[in-house]
């Protein structure tokens, strides 16, 4: 079996208040899928089952040691899902709100792209 790219989506997810790197990839993953439909899965590569995609999510955050894996894959509804997190995003002055438990003044910027291989014959 051979594995062949179906599509590559990118996207982008901030955390305003929290400063959880974890909140800005999963929106960014959203965001990458929010607008997708593939009806190549099926009408092109001829898969039965959604979950015989691949599913690989490459993360640029701050802070990605922090980044909770499982929580950011549980954003993709079918798959075989893998996710690789390194650091990049961006860090911006914003404004810290007691009342939103901000620990500082920091929002986090995270870019996604998430990739969608099939395996061919």
């Not at 400063?19 to 039965?48: C, D, F, K």
């Not at 950011?72 to 990049?88: E, I, N, R």
């Amino acid at each position: 079996m051979t594995r062949k790219r179906l599509i590559i989506e990118m996207g982008m997810g901030v955390d305003q208040h929290g400063q959880e790197p974890t909140v800005a990839a999963s929106r960014a993953v959203r965001n990458a899928i929010a607008h997708n439909a593939l009806p190549g899965v099926w009408e092109v590569a001829g898969l039965s089952d959604p979950n015989q995609m691949i599913v690989e999510v490459q993360i640029a955050v701050a802070y990605p040691e922090q980044v909770r894996q499982e929580e950011v894959l549980a954003v993709l509804p079918f798959g075989k899902k893998s996710l690789t997190v390194q650091s990049g995003g961006m860090v911006v002055q914003g404004r810290a709100i007691a009342e939103l438990n901000d620990k500082n003044d920091e929002m986090l910027i995270a870019v996604a792209a998430v990739t969608v291989f099939v395996e061919t014959e």
